[in-house]
């Protein structure tokens, strides 16, 4: 039974244990590194957006195919 109730309590402490360690190890970017972050994150969003369009600009037409046969 106290093996229970050691384990029961020894998960949070590591949990916290672990975090801590973890937030230690955290550190802000610098302003290279976030430059670069945010180019990567804008180069995302503008292919994800060309990926987008494009898909787009064949569906429609295929789309009003299907449609316009029906």
Partial sequence: MSDKIREFIEIPQSFVKEGT??????TKPNKKEYIQICRAVGMGFVVMGFIGYFVKLIHIPIHSILVGAA
């Fill in 21 to 26: 360690q973890f937030m230690n190890r955290c």
